[in-house]
C-alpha cells in the first residue's frame, strides 16, 4: 500500500506570496504547481520546479480557467476549443521551466472552478482530456474518483489517478463541499492526520452528514493556501509513516 501526498504550489503572483512553498517541497512527493492562469507566474514556475526537481518531487501541470482575479475558483462557460488551447499553453509553458530544471512534468490535475466543472461537464472534461493526449499521452491525469473526465481520459487510453483530500469536507456524493459553505476547509492537523490514514487504509471517513465515505485513493491533496498548510502536510506525512504508508509519487517523467 503506497500512496503520494501532494500539494498546490506556485500560487504566488509577482510581488504576492501564497503559502510556503520551499516548506511543502521538502514534505510532499507530488508538486501541482501553478501555470499562470489562475495563480503563478514565470519566475514563481521556474523556482518552483527547480526545487521540486532538487527534491525529488514529481511536477504536475495544475492547469485552470483564465481567472487570476476569482483564483480560478469560478465556473466559465468557455467553448471546448479554446478551452482546449488553453490547457495546452499551461502543459507546455511548464513543461519548459520543468525542463529547464532537469526534469519534466509527469502529471495534469485541474484546478478549482475547473476540477469540479469537468465531474460532469461533458464537453469542457472532453477538452481537458484531448489536451492532455495531444500534448503528451504518457502523461497522468489527476482527478475526482467518478468523475467525466476520468472516465474520458481511460477512453482515450490515458492513464489517470484518483485524488482525496485531506482538508476538504465531502458530500454524500463523494464530492467536494463548496467552499462557500461553513466548515468545507478542515484545520485541526491531528484530526485531518487520522482521516488520511482511513483514506490510505480504505476504510471510510464521515461525509458532511456524519455517515461513511470510502475514497481509496492514489494521492492525497494538502492545500498549499489553507492556513497552517505546512504543520498540517508535516503531521499527515508523519502520521502516515508511523501507520507504515510509504509515501510515494504516484506518476514519475518518462
Known amino acids: 500500500m503506497t500512496v503520494d501526498l ?3 504550489l506556485g500560487e504566488g503572483l509577482g510581488s504576492w506570496s501564497m503559502g510556503d512553498d520551499d516548506a511543502l517541497l521538502s514534505i510532499v512527493t507530488s ?4 501555470c499562470g ?19 525529488g518531487v514529481a511536477i504536475g501541470a495544475h492547469v485552470a480557467y483564465r481567472d487570476l482575479t476569482g483564483f480560478g475558483r469560478r465556473f466559465i462557460d ?4 479554446t478551452l482546449q488551447d488553453e490547457v495546452t499553453y499551461q502543459i507546455g509553458a511548464l513543461d519548459g521551466f520543468a525542463r529547464q530544471a532537469g526534469g519534466r512534468i509527469s502529471y495534469v490535475k485541474p484546478h478549482g472552478g475547473l476540477y469540479n466543472t469537468i465531474v460532469t461537464h461533458e464537453a469542457q472534461a472532453a477538452a481537458v482530456v484531448a489536451a492532455v493526449s495531444a500534448y503528451d499521452s504518457g502523461l497522468v491525469l489527476m482527478g475526482l474518483p467518478g468523475s467525466v473526465v476520468l472516465r474520458l481520459a481511460e477512453e482515450a ?17 463523494g464530492h467536494l ?12 492537523p491531528g484530526a485531518i492526520a487520522r482521516r488520511c490514514i482511513a483514506m490510505a ?23 498549499g493556501d489553507t492556513p497552517g498548510a505546512v504543520e498540517i502536510a ?3 506525512r508523519s502520521a502516515l509513516e508511523g501507520a507504515g504508508v510509504p509515501l510515494a509519487p504516484f506518476a514519475l517523467a518518462g
Open 6 to 8: 501532494n500539494s498546490d
Open 31 to 34: 508538486a501541482n504547481v501553478a
Open 37 to 55: 492562469f489562475h495563480a503563478g507566474d514565470p519566475s514563481i514556475m521556474r523556482h518552483v520546479t527547480q526545487r521540486a526537481v532538487a527534491n
Open 78 to 81: 468557455i467553448d471546448a476549443a
Open 157 to 173: 487510453g490515458l492513464r489517470t489517478a484518483h485524488e482525496a483530500f485531506a482538508d476538504r469536507a465531502y458530500t454524500p456524493e
Open 177 to 188: 463541499v463548496s467552499r462557500k459553505e461553513k466548515d468545507s476547509v478542515l484545520h485541526d
Open 201 to 223: 487504509a480504505g476504510e471510510p471517513i464521515e461525509d458532511v452528514n456524519g455517515d461513511p465515505l470510502t475514497l481509496q485513493p492514489d494521492s492525497i491533496c494538502v492545500h
Open 234 to 236: 508535516r503531521q499527515v
